[in-house]
Nanobody
Framework: QVQLVESGGGLVQPGGSLRLSCAAS????????MGWYRQAPGKERELVAT???????DYADSVKGRFTISRDNAKNTVYLQMNSLKPEDTAVYYC????????????WGQGTQVTVSS
């Protein structure tokens, strides 16, 4: 079993920054891709960013240039650095980890609220 624990959410003003963390623990054999989704009220779930095991990152157009995803393989942790935050970034952010034992399985964090408001 793999468990993900998220942290770092909160309330920030427009233009501010926030750093989200997501740490995986448990029976970890092999982590493949890691990443972040978000879901705002009344909106569909959106893939924000992904990062492969080799460090190749991809971003949604809406956050490109403002957000940076990174990972620390020694700590089994994925991060999302969010800069120049906008009110439309307000959402619950969910991290995920694609983990392989016998088969590849996606695990999800509990979600962390990010609110961008004056």
């Amino acid at each position: 079993q793999v468990q993900l624990v998220e942290s770092g959410g909160g309330l920030v003003q427009p233009g501010g920054s926030l750093r989200l963390s997501c740490a995986a623990s448990g029976s970890i054999f092999s982590i493949n891709a890691m990443g972040w989704y978000r879901q705002a009220p009344g909106k569909e779930r959106e893939l924000v960013a992904t990062i492969t095991s080799s460090g190749s990152a991809d971003y949604a157009d809406s956050v490109k240039g403002r957000f940076t995803i990174s990972r620390d393989n020694a700590k089994n942790t994925v991060y999302l650095q969010m800069n120049s935050l906008k009110p439309e970034d307000t959402a619950v952010y969910y991290c995920y980890v694609d983990h392989t034992t016998w088969v590849r399985q996606r695990y999800w964090g509990q979600g962390t609220q990010v609110t961008v408001s004056s």
